[in-house]
């Protein structure tokens, strides 16, 4: 890729956090080789100091000269969740080129077209800074989400928008405020975290 050419490219950071799983971490990243997008990408795996030799499994599997670039970090100890993914966070942000910010579980596999539905969006609505992506059961089919869900708080409880339902009624999903996004899937604006 020409220098030009790369002006022109937007970077989305991809930040998965691994804590004793390493196959659904490397599903999860099977998953992200196979995005069909032409957006840049960077993928950043923090292990959370695991003790099953999921660090040295994913080592084995990182190449350097591998397209999507990958990193693989590993922390002094378990962080948890925010700790983990903050410190993939701050790696994604020492590139200036990077517009936006993919926090995935490790859990979690990703639809070819995925990335550049996100990116769609994105363009579309200047004026928000994270978005929620369509979460569906594996093994169920049914939805578990169509981007966040609603917090009631006189009942201390949550309801997640389209829960429950069949993939093909996630196109009926409206542009809705919700309460919080599933973390599972987070697509965030690289300035919100710069921001903050």
């Given at each position: 890729?020409?220098t030009?050419?790369?002006?022109?490219?937007s970077?989305?950071?991809?930040?998965?956090?691994?804590?004793?799983?390493?196959?659904?971490?490397?599903?999860?990243?099977?998953?992200?080789m196979?995005?069909?997008?032409?957006n840049?990408?960077?993928?950043?795996?923090?292990?959370?100091?695991?003790?099953?030799g999921?660090?040295?499994?994913?080592r084995?599997?990182?190449?350097s000269?591998?397209?999507?670039?990958?990193?693989?970090?590993?922390?002094?100890?378990n962080?948890g969740?925010?700790?983990?993914?903050?410190i993939?966070?701050?790696?994604?942000?020492?590139?200036d080129?990077?517009?936006?910010?993919?926090?995935?579980?490790?859990?979690?596999?990703?639809?070819?077209?995925a990335?550049?539905?996100?990116?769609?969006?994105?363009?579309k609505?200047?004026?928000?800074?994270v978005w929620g992506?369509?979460l569906?059961?594996?093994e169920?089919?049914?939805?578990?989400?169509?981007?966040g869900?609603?917090y009631y708080?006189f009942?201390?409880?949550?309801r997640?928008?389209?829960?429950?339902?069949?993939?093909?009624?996630?196109?009926?999903a409206?542009d809705v405020p919700?309460?919080?996004?599933s973390g599972?899937?987070?697509?965030?604006?690289?300035?919100?975290?710069r921001d903050?």
């Amino acid at each position: 890729m020409n220098t030009e050419t790369h002006r022109n490219v937007s970077i989305t950071a991809i930040c998965v956090l691994n804590w004793n799983n390493y196959p659904a971490t490397r599903r999860c990243l099977r998953s992200i080789m196979r995005l069909v997008t032409s957006n840049g990408i960077r993928v950043i795996v923090v292990d959370n100091h695991s003790d099953d030799g999921s660090y040295e499994l994913l080592r084995q599997g990182v190449d350097s000269n591998r397209e999507p670039q990958l990193t693989l970090l590993r922390t002094d100890k378990n962080r948890g969740y925010a700790g983990g993914n903050n410190i993939a966070i701050r790696a994604a942000l020492e590139g200036d080129d990077v517009e936006f910010i993919w926090i995935l579980n490790n859990d979690t596999q990703v639809a070819p077209a995925a990335l550049d539905a996100l990116l769609k969006c994105a363009r579309k609505r200047k004026d928000v800074g994270v978005w929620g992506s369509t979460l569906v059961n594996q093994e169920s089919g049914r939805l578990e989400s169509a981007g966040g869900c609603f917090y009631y708080s006189f009942f201390a409880a949550y309801r997640c928008y389209l829960a429950g339902k069949t993939v093909s009624e996630a196109p009926q999903a409206r542009d809705v405020p919700l309460d919080y996004i599933s973390g599972a899937s987070m697509f965030v604006r690289s300035n919100v975290f710069r921001d903050v």
